[in-house]
Structures are given as C-alpha cells and as structure tokens.
C-alpha cells in the first residue's frame, strides 16, 4: 500500500524556483527529483489553501507553480479543521496565521496523512516543533503526520525499496 502525502505550498514553489543561490537551486533540484521519480510511489494530495497562497501575490512562474499541483486530490478544509488550526496558534505551535502553517498542519492531521512534504523548516520541517506538534495532537486525538523535505522523503522511500 502506497504511503500518502499532502502537498504543501512551498513544494511547486521550489519546484519553480528562480533564485541562483546554491542552497535555493539544491532545494529546487531535489524537490524536481522527488516529483519526477518517487512522487508516484505515494498517493498525493493537496488543498485549496495551497491554491490559496499560489494564487495570492505577484512573484515569477506564478501560473506553472498552479498548473503543477491542479491535478492533485483535493482535501477539504472543515469547522473540525478549523478548530485544530484555533488550538495550534493558541499553543503557540504556528504563527498566528490562519491561513498558513497551522492550516497545512491540520488538514494533513485530520486526514491523517503520513507525510507532510514541505520546505519549511522554520514552522513545519523543524526539529524543535516536532515534538509540539506530536504532544498536542496526542491531546486532541489525533494524528500527527510526518513533516519531512522532499531530501529525506526520498531517502526514506529508497530504504523502503
């Protein structure tokens, strides 16, 4: 059985990124890698927040960051997910933003996704959070998916396989 994963907003960006800085090109090249060759070993999915946040501002390849994820099932965002968002900015998980981290978070928790593939090691990809977020799921019941970049999911599919 496939293991699934939500698709947060930082992935099609960084799949197309224009900075030449080593470190924005190594993150491009890896996220590429990861879609082109093992995104098809999981069961993919997104939402509209994601939609969202592409949509909103003006910033290079705007339009091919939306068509690279407008195929992906869409999970729908509910009053339930809502209220987990209220719990993580009010336990000081995620900013407060109610359209951001915190929102990515919960709808791959809900949903129980496995993995939440992300970019953001300052909010979501962080050490530091993991064990947060870990400890205020297990208070709401619910679970917590595993926050990973598209380097170590693709070393921990390659173990798998």
């Known amino acids: 059985m496939k293991s ?36 098809k070993g999981f069961v993919c999915y997104t939402s509209e927040a994601v939609f969202n946040e592409l949509e909103s501002g003006d910033y290079p390849k705007k339009e091919e960051k939306i068509e690279l994820i407008k195929d992906i099932p869409l999970l729908e965002i509910n ?20 359209l951001g981290d915190a929102l990515h978070l919960a709808i791959a ?21 993991k064990k947060h977020m870990r400890k205020i799921n297990e208070k709401l019941r619910i679970h917590t998916p595993e926050v990973i970049t598209p380097l170590e999911i693709m070393e921990d599919f390659n173990e798998r396989n």
Do not use: G
């Open 4 to 39: 699934s994963v939500y698709i947060e907003t930082s992935i099609p960006s960084f799949y197309h990124e224009t900075r030449i800085e080593a470190e924005s090109v190594a993150m491009r090249n890896w996220t590429r890698l990861w879609w082109e060759n093992s995104k």
């Open 79 to 98: 009053d339930e997910i809502q209220d987990i968002v209220e719990i993580y900015i009010a336990n000081y998980l995620m900013p407060k933003d109610e």
């Open 109 to 129: 928790s809900f949903y129980k996704v496995d993995y939440l593939l992300t970019w953001n090691c300052n909010h979501l990809a962080n050490a530091n959070k």
